[in-house]
């Protein structure tokens, strides 16, 4: 496998030269963990501008930002900023596309670093993370509250540190009741209303506020992650590493097994193991399994959101084909929990595989007759055509992933850029649209939903032979590496440093949900309240999987919340919609 | 300051948070199954769930598995409700939401703990932002295990909240007997060619089929040492699965190694 | 019951085939405790030290692999004496052994 590597040219050479020409002797390290992958270590206060340079000058888009405590190993923290970069589209060139990363490193003396959100506004929720999880100030930082930790956390406990506490350990809770403080928006006429977490438009908890004047949204607010549970110091501490294939499963009860697949090859890409090809295959049809019964269960909230519950029921009686194709797979409905590192527990047999082709053809028809029918329902267009719009330039400074991304414009789709399983091996097309509102992304799921069935039948009937699984080989501690994996919402991105007590060092895991929440904002403004559920449902929001683990936050000073200034100023004069300007 | 106790409030602790039930709620239930038959309204609570739970109560709403024929119906107010279902590990900021959903619903009224986290915390169960469980706080009357609980196993959890069946699980204690022992699988062959075949088994079509198919061949070697080629090859033409042939290819394969090597 | 989430890995893993997941979803219960099962084994003491250290069951299955091995009887009888110790005794043998074994080279060398 070093051969292998050896072999591949690396790609995003020309990234890192280019950084190296504009800051010099700022660039302090350069480092390779996989052919596309490499790791710049910059000092910490060039930290926001090499962020901002490789996202807006070099085409990146923010993947994830994780913190680490790596004091244990050299007496800092360190924080990474994982940049997909894809360069600008100049030229007929092919394109280049590689993940960097942007290390810094933060003495433990002096836990701050300068905030990149002013920059990079994708940023401002992976630094309210890390400032509850690791305690580490992001200096500059606008919104100064909690994220991930519950309201009842004591403040100065930083779970994620390595030697601040059990994973076992629960704190006295140390307020009785709720004390978030929503944004204050104040103006003639403004009501707010608050939803949940306990809510009727979707099954998980999350507390939304709406701010409204007569039927239409100002603004929105929400509080999220009710659902933190803590699942990436479990991993650190509990489980050992095919252990975290299953929790990684749980990450999320309908996009689990992109996780797992992401968890398993971020492993693998570290440690350089060769995944046999029919694995590779094997987990190919597996996640488009996931994406059909995922897109059915979206259409079909698409149509109870808007009155049509003929098409709901429809939708969620096909899709139960779907959930017997995977049962028939995996043994499971819904956590398929297959992989292993290093390959996969179960192969596909003749049985199973005249199955779901006879399964496939019966969802493909039924479901195109669905969808004829879905669009051919007048109300349907009427209430989802320019509503909840993404405007681009909100998407390009968000990094918004998968069909809400898609649906305004940006054909982004992590299976071409940076091919993974065997996505490159098989013939198939992006689908995107530029409608920027809930109808575009509908309408891409309906036809990604077709585009998954023909993978699925291409990779059975190319299916190679040879071993599913990959044995005898050695954990080697402290190399990391991502794992990538476009889910039905977006692309799922894992951070894993392997540890030395055949348990991982650290784990960063992030849902595709995570990245949709912050623009949801933007898109919620300027539609009346009956919207609100078909908006926040358009994105196909998958709250468990962005809650996943986080915790505390520091200090909580009582400090207002900055709105972002266009924010601030449509607050008070309540015109010129900064929807409109754009 | 490295905390490593496990403070792990234990139930007893969780006490000044938790409900206790009163002693006449129990008749008060009885009588509400008799009077709601087949009107029942359940409301959900998420208490910190993966969503798998959550999906697979709706999959058990609609058409396939329809718990509407038994006139189960989920509203979407505590308020309107009969059956408090609660799903998820119950994370710390869900502790007063799920409470408040619990006095919200008026009494009598059955909870019902869903899934392996709502009734124990699951795999997440002693981490530090969980409370492993919705039955640390809130009285429960029925547990449905599962991960998730498929949709069959959903309509039979309802079932028994109503009263309308029995409960089949028992507890089990089962004590070694005198003249028990562990039976060894296929004795016939020398354990060091039985652990290669389910190696190499294992390697190519995974750990259940690949021990199924080690399993069968192993069986034929002991049947008919001599004859075991031809009865595999028969085997196979009976399957017709190119891929099953090709994994008994490899086995085959070893079979002769070790065969040589001996 | 209650904390299991059905991954089936158990089954797989199992040398024996002690476990065998079932297609019943009938798993419900009014009271935790029906989800619990119980099984008490004898334990078996060490040898040498005298603390138990695993179950009986697990030894004798142990032992019965090692017979059914066509290794050669050296190994097999070096081993079965083996069988009866505790992993924490194991390892003193082993260090003794290698002090010895160490001792007795420079004894040579010498």
């Known amino acids: 496998m070093t051969l292998l590597m050896e072999e591949k040219p690396k790609v995003g050479t020309k990234y890192v030269a280019a950084l190296r020409a504009r800051f010099g002797a700022a660039i302090l390290e350069e480092s390779w963990q996989a052919p596309d992958q490499v790791t710049v270590t910059v000092p910490l206060n060039s930290l926001p501008d090499v962020v901002a340079m490789l996202y807006y000058e070099q085409g990146g888009w923010l993947a994830t930002v994780a913190a680490n405590d790596e004091r244990p190993l050299n007496g800092q923290f360190a924080i990474y900023y994982v940049l997909s970069v894809e360069g600008t589209n100049e030229g007929s060139q092919a394109p280049e596309n590689a993940y960097v990363l942007v290390r810094a490193q933060i003495p433990p003396h002096q836990p701050e670093f300068p905030s990149v959100t002013p920059k990079v506004p994708a940023a401002i929720w992976y630094e309210r993370e890390v400032r509850d999880m690791f305690g580490i100030q992001p200096i500059g930082m606008p919104d100064e509250r909690r994220l991930v930790l519950p309201d009842d956390w004591p403040d100065g406990l930083y779970p994620l540190r390595k030697d601040t506490m059990d994973y076992r350990y629960r704190p006295e809770p140390v307020v009785e009741d709720e004390n978030y403080e929503f944004i204050n928006v104040e103006g003639e006429g403004v009501v707010q209303v608050p939803l949940g977490p306990l809510h009727m438009t979707s099954d998980e908890p999350g507390h939304f506020r709406l701010y409204v004047d007569g039927e239409h949204i100002i603004d929105a607010d929400y509080r999220l992650f009710y659902v933190h549970r803590g699942m990436e110091k479990l991993a650190e501490s509990r489980l050992n590493y095919d252990q975290v294939t299953f929790l990684a499963d749980r990450i999320c009860g309908i996009c689990g097994y992109a996780h797992n697949v992401a968890y398993s090859s971020s492993i693998e890409r570290a440690l350089e193991i060769d995944v046999p090809l029919r694995a590779q295959y094997i987990r190919t049809i597996l996640l488009e399994v996931e994406r059909l019964h995922s897109h059915l269960l979206n259409l079909g909230l698409a149509c109870h959101f808007v009155g049509f519950d003929t098409g709901f029921m429809n939708f969620f009686r096909v899709r139960e084909k779907a959930m017997k194709m995977a049962e028939m797979l995996t043994g499971s409905r819904k956590t398929y929990g297959v992989n292993l590192i290093g390959g996969v527990r179960r192969d596909i047999l003749k049985e199973q595989r005249t199955l779901i082709t006879q399964v496939l053809g019966e969802l493909k028809s039924e479901v195109a007759d669905l969808v004829s029918i879905l669009l051919e329902t007048p109300n349907i267009v009427q209430r989802t055509q320019n509503i909840g719009r993404l405007e681009p330039q909100v998407a390009r400074d968000f990094s918004p992933v998968g069909p809400t991304l898609r649906g305004s414009g940006f054909a982004r789709d992590i299976r071409v850029i940076h091919p993974y399983a065997a996505y490159d091996r098989v013939p198939w097309h992006v689908v995107s649209k530029d409608g920027c509102d809930v109808l575009s992304r509908t309408l891409i799921r309906a036809e990604e939903f077709f585009e998954s069935i023909s993978l699925i039948e291409r990779c059975l009937d190319s299916m190679p032979a040879g071993p599913i699984l990959t044995e005898g080989f050695k954990y080697k501690p402290y190399k990391y590496a991502l794992g990538y994996v476009e889910a039905p919402r977006g692309e799922d991105i894992h951070w894993s440093m392997l540890g030395d007590n055949q348990k991982i060092y650290r784990w960063k895991c992030r849902a595709s949900s995570y990245n949709n929440w912050p623009p949801l904002r933007y898109m919620l403004r300027g539609n009346t309240i009956s919207d609100a559920p078909l908006i926040v449902a358009s994105i196909d929001p998958c709250y468990s999987c962005t809650e996943r683990v986080t915790v505390v936050d520091v200090r909580k000073k009582k400090a207002t919340i900055i709105p972002y200034k266009e924010m601030e100023r449509y607050c008070i004069e309540r015109k010129d919609s900064p929807l409109k300007k754009y | ?138 009285p429960i009357d029925v547990y449905i295990p599962g991960c998730p609980p498929t949709p069959a196993a959903t309509i039979y959890g309802f079932a028994i909240s109503l009263g309308i069946l029995g409960q089949k699980l028992k507890t089990s204690h089962h004590v070694q007997g005198e003249d028990e022992h562990v039976s060894l699988a296929h004795p016939q062959v020398p354990y060091l060619l039985r652990v290669q075949l389910e190696r190499e088994s294992r390697r190519m079509a995974g750990y259940l089929y690949g021990k199924q198919i080690a399993d069968t061949f192993l069986t034929m070697l002991e049947e008919n040492p001599n004859q075991v080629k031809e009865n595999v090859q028969a085997y196979l033409d009976k399957q017709a699965d190119p891929r099953l042939s090709e994994i008994v290819a490899r086995l085959v394969t070893v079979y002769d190694g070790y065969q040589g090597a001996v | 019951m209650g904390r299991c989430i059905y991954c089936g890995r158990c089954e797989e893993v199992c040398p024996t085939g002690a476990i065998t997941l079932s297609p019943d979803f009938e798993l419900s219960v009014m009271n935790k405790q029906d989800l619990f099962e119980q099984a008490d084994y004898k334990l078996a003491a060490c040898h040498r030290c005298g603390k138990y250290f695993a179950p009986v069951k697990e030894i004798e299955y142990a032992g019965a692999l090692l017979r059914q091995s066509d290794l050669p009887e050296v190994v097999k009888t070096n081993a079965g004496a083996l069988l009866n110790i505790c992993p924490e005794c194991k390892r003193k043998n082993d260090v003794s052994k290698m002090v010895n074994l160490y001792q007795e080279n420079k004894d040579v060398a010498r």
């Not at chain 2, 909870?111 to 169960?125: D, K, L, N």
Request: glycine share 8%; with cysteine; charged share 20%.
């Open chain 2, 1 to 138: 300051m490295l905390r490593d106790s496990v403070s792990n409030l234990t139930v007893a602790e969780h006490s000044k948070y938790s409900i206790h039930e009163d002693p006449a709620a129990g008749q008060l239930k009885a009588a509400l199954l008799k009077d709601i038959h087949r009107s029942v309204y359940v409301y959900r609570v998420d208490c910190g769930g993966c969503n798998g739970c959550e999906i697979e109560i709706f999959a058990a709403l609609t058409p396939l598995f329809d718990v509407e024929r038994f006139g189960i119906k989920v509203v979407s107010s505590p308020r309107h409700a009969d059956v408090l279902v609660y799903t998820g590990s119950m994370t710390r900021s869900m502790r007063v939401p799920a409470l408040r959903a619990y006095h919200a619903a008026p009494e009598p009224k059955i909870c019902v703990a869903y899934g392996a986290c709502g009734c124990s915390g699951g795999i997440f169960h002693d981490l530090y932002c969980v409370w492993g469980g919705a039955d640390k706080f809130i």
